[in-house]
């Protein structure tokens, strides 16, 4: 039988990893994937409370899941699609050089 | 762990899986080689797979393999070379803060840590019932109770799509 807190300790770990990489990476395309990351420990979670909780015949902790996959998706076209736009006119995309706003 | 009893079988597999899981999405993050971290993100993908189906959410793992492993990474790796002429070698992949970013992930690993370990979670999963109800359920739940989120759903993924084809087309 596996503890509930083994689950929560590995999506915490995962988390922290993409925590780590959204501050501290450069380049665009790996803070998107550190963001990717923070999702997915994110939905550890809501599936492992699903499983562990006494009511599991309302699915509401898988629905919520497959909408965070399904917004995953949708947040990855259009960020990567930000990111190839940007690099077209400006020639990179490391995050630090992307400054048109800063005042 | 307050005692060390004899692990299960379904323990070890656990482990095994866990620890595939936090390795390769610490390469993720760590490794200076972007293509490095995608091949590393694709690796932690199906681990967090092997976890749903460790919790019997198989609807869900397979999920994970077709939009995650299928789309997402295979969209993530397209735009690595598309876009890789000058990150390679040049720049240090991390910036300025990356000291503090570090630390504060891991005091926030720490804290998240102190809260799961203090609080006396259930242990026992019950009994469900076959995986097929489990699906049939799942798609209930989609078309009764949360069918307006299900429905702004469909229509955000739409506008995403449009919305990506335009921000990335050539003109």
Not at chain 1, 31 to 43: D, F, R, S, T, Y
Not at chain 2, 101 to 106: D, H, N, P, S
Request: glycine letters at 6%.
């Amino acid at each position: 039988m596996i503890p509930l807190n083994w689950y929560l300790m590995v999506a915490g770990f995962l988390f922290a990893c993409g925590l780590y990489g959204a501050l501290a990476r450069r380049n665009a395309i790996a803070i998107l994937m550190g963001v990717e990351l923070m999702l997915n420990a994110a939905n550890i979670n809501l599936v492992a409370f699903w499983r562990y909780s006494d009511t599991f015949a309302d699915m509401s902790g898988q629905v919520f899941a497959l909408m965070v996959i399904a917004l995953a998706a949708a947040e990855a076209a259009v960020g990567l699609a930000l990111i190839i736009s940007v690099y077209r006119k400006r020639k990179t995309i490391n995050v630090e050089e992307l400054d048109a706003l800063a005042g | 762990m307050p005692e060390l009893p004899i692990p299960s079988v379904g323990q070890l597999v656990f482990a095994a899986v866990a620890l595939f899981t936090a390795i390769s999405g610490l390469i993720v993050v760590a490794s200076p080689n972007l293509f490095h971290n995608a091949l590393a993100l694709v690796a932690t993908l199906f681990g967090v797979a092997g976890l749903y189906i460790l919790l019997e959410a198989e609807f869900l793992a397979v999920s994970q393999v077709l939009v995650y492993v299928g789309a997402i990474a295979t969209l993530i790796t397209f735009a690595i070379m598309l876009t890789r002429s000058m990150m390679y070698g040049r720049t240090s992949p991390v910036n300025r803060q990356w000291g503090k970013a570090a630390i504060f992930a891991v005091l926030f690993f720490a804290v998240l840590l102190g809260f799961v370990q203090g609080i006396p979670w259930v242990s026992n999963m019950a009994e469900l019932p076959s995986s097929q109800e489990t699906i049939v359920a799942l798609g209930m739940e989609f078309v009764t109770t949360y069918v307006v989120a299900f429905e702004v759903l469909g229509l955000l993924l739409l506008v995403a799509l449009v919305g990506a084809v335009m921000l990335a087309r050539d003109n």
